[in-house]
């Protein structure tokens, strides 16, 4: 169950029309859901362009004019014609007919609005108790085919879960077993029949609060630190009530003073001495006790030494073979050009001795890890291969795959 937390809440912002579909390059449109919605949408697209949502009164007269967004799609098929996706909403206001959707002024369709269904709840609860089940009554006007129910269950402003959602039905029984609780918490039902929907509420009733999960993380109980050295102090917190907001209720004091808000505060260095972390959350308080202090005479600090004296030679050995191995590319590279220089035939880029060099280095580690490694590499090219008669001739894969094995023999010889 995914619990919703938004900053506008449902129905607030009354009944709004909602328009999606595509709009194709000879200005047809091909509806793609779209309705009547009880929170206004954030449009995807761009909001730049010359179509309009237009809302009509019963003699076609505009009521109300809104832009629409529009987003390239990706052209899946070439048998459906290019198009744009658009997707719009205008506020519903009374007396209105149809929404038009107009392009460079030019109308490209009319949607009509339709008549608003009827929905009312029967509930007479103002207390409820976790582990008992009650019945919702839904009194509704006949749905169309497509008719559809969503019910929400609220625990707060902002804060809400979709607890039921299909065909529309008479009743729906309810268990608050594992769902936040609060004081004012009420059910909503959204009944959408055809191209309108309607919401209905029940009067606000409290439900008992799931405890929340508190823990203090960092320090740990009776961690020592060395006087002055920085502590902070980190919370874990569940709470289904408050969601993700439930850090900021966080209230920190080492001993009596205040150290801040929030799941992980910094607490400051202390001197030497015992101290005590109070985490208050809500009506939940957790307390950890920790200390300052010099370390211990003896296996402490020779821990320390021995540490720092290892990693002080750790750190010599790896400078030490970076140097040895600096200095072996650099002969090993002297090497290489002095066998270049005496073979001229290595300098065409595509001959067949520079092919053969090439997959042969790069194929043996071996030869790269000996000093006089490319002067083995050359002597056993040139005992396989016999003088080219075109020295950009590319190699066969025989000659080079029994060169290969060649070289594998004599490097682990």
Not at 175 to 185: A, Q
Not at 312 to 335: H, M
Not at 356 to 370: D, E, G, H, I
Not at 392 to 411: F, G, I, Q, V
Request: proline share 7%.
């Amino acid at each position: 169950m995914r619990l919703r937390h938004y900053a506008e809440p449902i129905g607030s912002a009354g009944e709004v029309i909602v328009v999606r579909g595509l709009l194709t390059d000879d200005m047809r449109f091909l509806p793609i859901g779209g309705g009547s919605e009880h929170r206004r949408p954030e449009l995807k697209g761009c909001t730049d362009n010359d179509v309009e949502l237009v809302l009509l009164d019963a003699n076609g007269k505009p009521m109300l004019i809104e832009r629409a967004a529009l987003r390239k799609v990706q052209e899946c098929s070439p048998h459906i014609p290019r198009a744009l996706a658009l997707e719009g909403c205008v506020p519903l206001r009374p007396g209105a007919e149809a929404i038009a959707i107009r392009q460079k002024g030019i109308e490209v369709t009319r949607i009509a609005v339709g008549n608003k269904p009827e929905l009312t709840l029967e509930w007479t609860k103002s207390k409820v108790q976790r582990d008992a089940k009650y019945k919702l009554k839904i009194n509704h006007s006949a749905p169309a085919p497509d008719a559809m129910m969503k019910v929400f269950y609220i625990w707060g402003p902002r804060h809400y879960v979709l607890a039921a959602y299909g065909k529309p039905r008479k009743s729906v029984d309810v268990n608050f077993n594992k769902l936040p609780g609060g004081k004012s918490c009420s059910i909503m039902v959204v009944y959408s029949s055809g191209f309108r929907s309607v919401v209905a509420h029940t009067k606000k009733f409290s439900v008992p609060p799931i405890p929340a999960e508190v823990e203090i993380v960092r320090p740990r109980e009776g961690q020592v630190f060395a006087p002055w050295h920085p502590v902070e102090l980190e919370a874990r917190v569940r709470d289904r009530q408050a969601g993700e907001s439930s850090g900021a209720s966080c209230e920190w004091t080492v001993g009596k003073k205040p150290v801040g808000n929030g799941r992980l505060v910094y607490a400051g260095m202390f001197e030497p001495g015992s101290y005590s972390a109070i985490l208050k959350y809500g009506n939940v308080t957790r307390t950890v006790k920790f200390v300052a202090r010099e370390p211990k005479k003896g296996k402490m600090r020779v821990s320390f030494r021995r540490r720092a004296a290892e990693e002080a030679k750790r750190k010599e050995e790896l400078e030490r073979r970076l140097a040895q191995k600096k200095e072996f590319d650099r002969q090993w590279r002297i090497n290489a050009q002095k066998v270049m220089d005496a073979h001229p035939e290595l300098t065409y880029e595509n001959s067949l001795y520079s092919q053969a060099m090439r997959k042969v280095l790069s194929s043996n580690p071996v030869y790269s890890q000996r000093l006089d490694g490319f002067e083995l590499a050359y002597k056993v090219i040139m005992n396989q291969l016999p003088p080219p008669t075109n020295p950009r001739r590319a190699m066969p894969t025989s000659e080079l795959n029994r060169l290969l094995e060649r070289l594998k023999a004599d490097a682990s010889n």
